[in-house]
Structures are given as structure tokens and as C-alpha cells.
């Protein structure tokens, strides 16, 4: 049943956010410009996002790891290394999957950060974003297999997590492939495919930790620093530039709204 839980949990979560991308860029509750607007833009969710995924390290992964036998020691240890690894594995564009944000980070003063990309972006540039694409999803599917090895609700927790997450820089994902490929139902199937990655990142997160299961608890540490990794170092330097008082306070409005939705999902799942 567990195995079966974290698969669901990861297509959810892998493709699920694909999905969930693409109907808000279609129905239109993606603001067009950096002007304020009544609609969602991806700064708002990579606000929500940043939020979600540092609820989740902070207040139920490295909880549940420290509360285990382990030294705190041993897991403090393991929480650095693993800010380093992904710090290594982003410097080799192997983990890091938010181009289109930092594109458009780079372009905040003067132009439209939500059109970063320029219409005649090299064609074989949607290969780089699906490679990076699959790579992280399939971390991710295995992050999330390791919270359900230690709590089929703390699972859920990880996956909604990564759900948040996801759904903006698959936006950004899809936009890229618009562009590189022949059309929007292949720019779909193709980030769906990479999405679909997490499944299997699921399948051998739960095979590696069953067979390691004394260990889980250092698997909860790094999944933690891989999301803290994520949250600090890519999603909250793309909301760093210079904002309104109202734009600020909206900014802030969904990064509490982030860390809300985690701590009530857990609440009603019972986490704690």
C-alpha cells in the first residue's frame, strides 16, 4: 500500500503540476506583465512555493528526523553536506530547473520578466530545460518516497510541497517549449513526460529505502536540505527586486499562504 500511495503522490505531483500549469496559463490567471494586476503571476506562485517548501523542512522533515535515534551531530552534518551537494549539482545545471526565471530575474529593470524569452530562442534549448527538468523530478520522486517511508501523511505533505513548487517553473517549462517545438499539445506531452519522471524517482526512493530503512532519517535530512536548497537559493533570489508597498505585502501575503496551506494540510492529515 505504501508503494502504491507514493506513486500516486508522484504523478500527482509530477504530472499533476504540469497540468495544473497549463490550465492556468490557458484560462488566463497568469498576469502578462510585471504590472499590478488582479491575476496570478508566477512571482505569486513562487512565493506560495518558497513558502510551502521551507513549512515543510522546517516544521515536519528535519522534526521527524530529529526525532529519531540518530545525533543531532550526525543529521546537522548531513543537512550542510546536502546544501553543498545541491549547490555542486546546480553549478553543473544538473538540478537547478528554473531557467526561465533567471532570464527573466536578469531583465527586471526595463522589460517584461514574463517574457524573457525572445522569439527566436535556439530551437535545440528545449532538450536542456526537459533534461534538467527530468533529472530534478526524478530527485524529486525520490524525496518524496523517503517521507513516506517515514509517514504516509508527512508524504503528503512532501508531495503537496513539491506540487507547489513545480507548477511555476513548469510554466516557465512550457513556455520554453512553445517556443522549440511544433506546437502546445507537444510542448504538453513533452514536459508530461518529463513530469512523469517522478513516478520512477518514487519506485526506487521506496526500493533504496526499504532496503536502507536505518538510514531514513538521513534521507529526511536530505530531502530537507534539497528543499531548503530549493526555496533559498532559487526561488526567493528571483522575488528579490525592488517592489511597491503593495506588491511587497502581496509577495509576503503568499509566502505566509504557502506555510499556511502546508500547516493546515498537516493539521487535518494529523502530521504531528
Avoid: N
Avoid at 491575476?39 to 515543510?56: K, R
Avoid at 533504496?208 to 531514513?216: A, G, M, N, S
Wanted: proline share 4%.
Amino acid at each position: 500500500m505504501t508503494l502504491l500511495a507514493i506513486l500516486i503522490a508522484t504523478l500527482a505531483a509530477g504530472i499533476g503540476s504540469v497540468w495544473l500549469a497549463a490550465g492556468l496559463m490557458r484560462l488566463g490567471f497568469i498576469a502578462r506583465g510585471p504590472e499590478p494586476s488582479t491575476h496570478v503571476g508566477p512571482h505569486h506562485l513562487l512565493s506560495l512555493a518558497a513558502g510551502a517548501l521551507l513549512a515543510t523542512s522546517f516544521m515536519h522533515l528535519l522534526p521527524e528526523a530529529f526525532e529519531s535515534a540518530a545525533g543531532a551531530k550526525a543529521l546537522f552534518a548531513v543537512l550542510l553536506v546536502g546544501l553543498v551537494f545541491f549547490f555542486l549539482l546546480d553549478k553543473a545545471e544538473l538540478w537547478h530547473h528554473g531557467h526561465e526565471h533567471h532570464h527573466a530575474h536578469d531583465h527586471d529593470h526595463g522589460h517584461d520578466p514574463h517574457h524573457a524569452h525572445a522569439p527566436d530562442a535556439p530551437r535545440s534549448g528545449g532538450w536542456a530545460v526537459l533534461t534538467g527538468d527530468s533529472l530534478h523530478c526524478f530527485g524529486d520522486g525520490i524525496l518524496i518516497a523517503s517521507a513516506f517511508m517515514a509517514d504516509r501523511r508527512l508524504g503528503l505533505v512532501a508531495a503537496l510541497s513539491v506540487l507547489a513548487h513545480e507548477v511555476p517553473h513548469h510554466i516557465g517549462d512550457l513556455a520554453v517549449l512553445r517556443q522549440t517545438s511544433a506546437g502546445k499539445r507537444s510542448a504538453l506531452m513533452k514536459v508530461s513526460l518529463a513530469g512523469a519522471v517522478t513516478a520512477l524517482g518514487g519506485l526506487i526512493g521506496w526500493w533504496l529505502v526499504d532496503r536502507l530503512h536505518d538510514y531514513l532519517p538521513y534521507f529526511l535530512v536530505v530531502a530537507s536540505s534539497s528543499f531548503i536548497y530549493v526555496a533559498l537559493a532559487d526561488l526567493i533570489p528571483q522575488l528579490q527586486r525592488r517592489l511597491s508597498a503593495r506588491e511587497t505585502v502581496t509577495q509576503v501575503f503568499w509566502l505566509l499562504l504557502g506555510i499556511g496551506l502546508v500547516t493546515l494540510v498537516s493539521s487535518l492529515a494529523h502530521v504531528d
